[in-house]
């Protein structure tokens, strides 16, 4: 065995390298583990770069692109005949993902931590074994162990994935046609998100979804609007519905569809099916069990709320554990846990973490939803304002969606902020920035916003908790 390390990290994505990243910042000897294999190269990023957030971030932006000069640009005096090249869309994303994975390795080089390739295997609690993909095996000892292993794809029972007819995201990212029906199994962010890419190139999209409404976990309202939206824009949707059984062929997949509640069977049939009924934890071959790490019953490592298993020197950050599957949510864990094994104050604030669905247009929400609150008990006043009597919204002809922000009936200070509409991902940091520092909804609608600009929604819904909206 080599010198000992501080820190081994297993697992190379946004949970592992910040990790192995802010450990090195810190003067700590550190590896990082990753047994992703991209064109013969290790492949840090994890699923968020490789073949998650980014890879579609880049579909969703081009196919985007592609819709308005198709059917939008007209409107507003540019006429443009426009014509698809997947392969090109294609090999955009690619690139886009090349260039931020050799970012992550030059992090690591700059940073000093010693990059792995293969599979990492909890050994103790001071060693990690590490089988290369050619079967040789070698062991590092470390002072602690961070775990971040990610997850996987949950499958569906009666579903076999293939990758060809019937896909998880990953093989929805690198179609090499555009299919002429395109089933969606799960009203989720993912599946929203990759079934707008295909919509937009020209594929008919239906969603089917078991719960009677789309996005659960979103605010129950902008649910319902972005549920009218993304119909209006031309999918369509099978609430209440559950998959039993899918057939295939040369040609498509059938699949048998039933009502949640019982019911008739039916059949419907498409070229491609994509799976995306959520996501589970990545642990398969960790050896946390026989180290001793305790697991909850659905597979997640546990923690004491601050990244430590109930195993000293054993630490885990991301998908794997507790907490929403949010990329920035494990980059947060990762630097805590780090700043914390070099003796200092790491902390995240779970209350406060921001998700985006980055669909046209956006939804993004931070804090409570108003189901939330109400579950909870809590007094709370609510202010609401539309885009299409926003100034800049109207001039970019962005009509669609609304700003919507909860705050303490007695204290005024901000609890939650839902929107739907054009920038709602960058639009919403205001208000977590806001609830960061105990704001109130008064803060917000006092302070001065540029005009015309999107971010005055945000200041006229802080303005609506007081009943004082002032622009149309």
């Given at each position: 065995m080599a010198d000992v390390y501080d820190v081994v990290v297993i697992g190379g994505g946004p949970g592992g390298y910040n990790a192995a990243i802010r450990a090195g910042q810190l003067g700590l000897k550190t590896a990082?583990?990753?047994?992703r294999d991209a064109k013969g190269a290790v492949a840090f990023g994890g699923t968020c770069l490789n073949v998650g957030c980014i890879p579609s971030k880049a579909l969703l932006h081009a196919s985007q692109r592609f819709e308005?000069?198709?059917?939008?640009?007209?409107?507003?005096?540019?006429?443009?005949?426009?014509?698809?090249?997947?392969?090109?869309?294609?090999?955009?994303?690619?690139k886009t993902v090349d260039g931020l994975?050799?970012?992550?390795?030059?992090?690591?080089?700059?940073?000093?931590?010693?990059?792995?390739?293969?599979t990492g295997r909890i050994v103790s609690p001071t060693e990690v074994e590490v089988t290369g993909a050619d079967g040789t095996k070698q062991t590092l000892a470390t002072k602690n162990i961070i775990i971040a292993t990610g997850s996987d794809v949950t499958p569906l029972p009666g579903v076999t994935i293939d990758e060809k007819r019937i896909v998880s995201s990953t093989g929805a990212l690198t179609l090499a046609e555009v299919p002429k029906k395109l089933i969606v199994i799960g009203a989720g962010v993912i599946g929203l998100e990759l079934g707008s890419v295909w919509r937009r190139l020209g594929a008919e999209v239906q969603v089917i979804e078991f719960l009677d409404r789309i996005t659960p976990g979103v605010d129950g309202e902008v649910a319902k609007e972005f549920q009218k939206v993304l119909t209006r824009q031309g999918m369509s949707f099978k609430l209440g519905h559950k998959v039993t059984k899918a057939e295939t062929s040369d040609t498509g997949v059938t699949l048998t569809v039933e009502p949640a509640a019982g019911g008739a069977a039916e059949t419907v049939s498409a070229d491609v099916v994509l799976v995306c009924i959520g996501r589970r934890p990545y642990i398969e071959g960790l050896g946390a069990n026989e180290?001793?790490?305790?697991?909850?019953?659905?597979?997640?490592?546990?923690?004491?709320?601050?990244g430590r298993t109930n195993?000293?020197?054993?630490?885990?950050?991301?998908?794997?554990?507790?907490?929403?599957?949010?990329?920035?949510?494990?980059?947060?864990?990762?630097?805590?846990?780090?700043?914390?094994?070099?003796?200092?104050?790491?902390?995240?604030?779970?209350?406060?973490?921001?998700?985006?669905?980055?669909?046209?247009?956006?939804?993004?929400?931070?804090?409570?939803?108003?189901?939330?609150?109400?579950?909870?008990?809590?007094?709370?006043?609510?202010?609401?304002?539309?885009?299409?009597?926003?100034?800049?919204?109207?001039?970019?002809?962005?009509?669609?969606?609304?700003?919507?922000i909860l705050a303490d009936a007695r204290t005024d200070r901000v609890l939650g902020c839902h929107i739907i509409g054009p920038e709602a991902?960058?639009?919403?940091?205001?208000?977590?920035?806001?609830?960061?520092?105990?704001?109130?909804?008064?803060?917000?609608?006092?302070?001065?916003?540029?005009?015309?600009?999107?971010?005055?929604?945000?200041?006229?819904?802080?303005?609506?908790?007081e009943n004082r909206i002032m622009q149309m």
């Open positions: 990082c583990i990753e047994k308005d000069a198709r059917d939008h640009y007209a409107a507003i005096g540019i006429n443009a005949a426009v014509e698809l090249n997947l392969p090109v869309m294609q090999t955009h994303r690619e994975v050799k970012g992550v390795s030059f992090l690591f080089k700059k940073n000093k931590v010693d990059p792995y390739f293969g180290a001793g790490v305790k697991v909850d019953g659905r597979g997640r490592v546990e923690t004491d709320g601050h195993v000293p020197g054993i630490w885990v950050v991301g998908d794997v554990t507790t907490g929403p599957m949010l990329a920035h949510k494990a980059e947060d864990e990762g630097c805590a846990v780090a700043e914390l094994i070099a003796g200092k104050a790491g902390h995240v604030n779970y209350d406060i973490i921001p998700s985006v669905v980055y669909t046209h247009p956006e939804v993004a929400s931070v804090g409570k939803t108003e189901e939330e609150l109400k579950a909870a008990g809590v007094a709370y006043k609510s202010g609401k304002f539309p885009f299409t009597a926003n100034a800049r919204a109207r001039t970019i002809a962005e009509k669609d969606g609304f700003v919507k991902g960058t639009l919403v940091m205001e208000v977590a920035v806001a609830m960061e520092f105990g704001g109130s909804s008064e803060d917000i609608a006092r302070t001065c916003h540029p005009h015309p600009t999107l971010t005055e929604a945000v200041r006229q819904a802080a303005m609506g908790v």
